[in-house]
């Protein structure tokens, strides 16, 4: 799956620290939701709980020594403070009462900070509004705007190190739509590196990585934080944890990519509605017996039924292969159909979102004018194979003459297919509304960092022409 793009990565800055508790990261509606009045209203609540208990567990010492008149002025006060803590988590618990505290809502799609009826939009928005307030064992990070104070997160002392991240890259999407540290500002690149760059900068741009260089950013700070971000999304969709998954994850997607499943749904798509609406309930079937692990024998049946109904007229040869596959008997996946049905059975049962997808790709493609252009999704693919390459050489693992060479001829492929950088964006903006199954409410940033990269100047898109010749001019 892909990563979740630069609000991805300001979740993953927080992970682990005293700020994650507070913080609701919602990448479907690009929103980020800040809890911090109920949170800190909770830890005093919880601290007079606290002294209450202190007070009790001290009243009944005195009560057993005695004093039972000194006993009363610590009994009734903490018995007092511990009824009054009961009845606000009953009220948390059972009533509206946090609609009282409503949260401080980042929308980056519609690039303004609402906090009640309060909006401040990202362009009133300075650096200086961003202000650390450090204690003795905590520093928390303000927003103090003439319109607005707030407090956005908190962190111990100790997790310097994540809060300036968190800083940073929280800076980077508020500062958008311009995208400052992500679009180019001058560099070393020549014109053909810069428009191998540009192929790829959707997949880099959405992540957080600047587009006017191969590797990381300037700054030993900055610098750090890309190695590990790259790192982290290396090992997490992509499953690469060395060089040699890497460039297998870079093969497969050259080789084969998602550009297969959406040639596959749209045949099935396009078949009359009797079979397509077959396969649809097999479909949903089968993920249903998956989710309630129920596996019996008529489990084997439903699978081996739509397999056959999914492969059509090779569906016999297909189905054949099922049990076989099941039980791992060795050389079952050796031939090139054992090997795709292999793939199709490994994400039905270890994906969960698999089928929901797929029925949803299965809807998309009844869209003949979809259906039509299904075959030049390459740039999907493509896009997040240069982007790989990138990685690889941020975390250590690839040459920049490395890089280079094997992404040369990945965008001399994506200049022939295409006539336009904006016919290549339209293609990969539909490449990631089918696999993601319908889009989703995240789009919405797809399409518009699309926008900012065709109309901000200093796009590699407006920096170099379409159809400039690729050919090696770098020493």
Known sequence: MEPDGQLGALERAVEGTLAEGALEFDDDEAVLRIEGSLVLTTGWF??????GVVLLLFGALLSLTGLRDAATWALAPGAVMVALVLVFLLALRFTPLPALWPELELRFTEQAMVHRRTRVPFDDLRPEHLVWKNGRFFRRLYVRHPSLRKQLAGFFDSEERQ??????????????????????????????????IGAGAPYGAINGFRLDRLGTAPGESAAAADRRTAQELLRE????YDLEQLLAAVNWLVQEGHRADFTMDAELAARP???????????????GLIAA???????????IELVRVRYGDEGAAYAKLVPPLLRDEPGADASEEGAELAQFLHRLFNDRGHAAEELHRLEALADPDL?????????????????????GHMVGWLTEEYCWE?????????????TSWHDMATCYLQGRLL?????????????????????????????????????????
């Open 406 to 418: 094997r992404m040369l001829p990945l965008a001399l492929d994506i200049q022939r297919r295409y």
């Open 46 to 51: 919880l601290s007079c709980a606290a002294a």
């Open 273 to 287: 509605p009797e079979p397509r609406d077959r396969y649809a309930a097999l479909l949903r079937e089968v993920d």
């Open 163 to 196: 809060a300036e991240e968190f800083q940073r890259r929280l800076w980077e999407l508020i500062s958008a739509p311009d995208l400052p540290g992500v679009l180019t500002h001058g560099s070393d690149l020549t014109p053909v590196q810069r428009w191998i």
């Open 237 to 240: 969709p992509w499953g690469a």
């Open 435 to 475: 696999w993601s199954g319908g889009g989703g409410r995240a789009q919405a940033e797809y399409d518009r960092l699309v926008e900012h990269l065709a109309a901000e100047r200093r796009s590699p898109w407006n920096l170099v022409p379409w159809d400039l010749d690729l050919t090696r001019d770098w020493s």
């Open 371 to 391: 259906r039509a252009n299904v075959g030049r999704f390459l740039i999907w693919d493509y896009a997040r194979a240069l982007m790989l390459y990138r990685w």
């Open 293 to 303: 692990d129920r596996l019996e024998p008529p489990f084997v049946e439903r699978l």
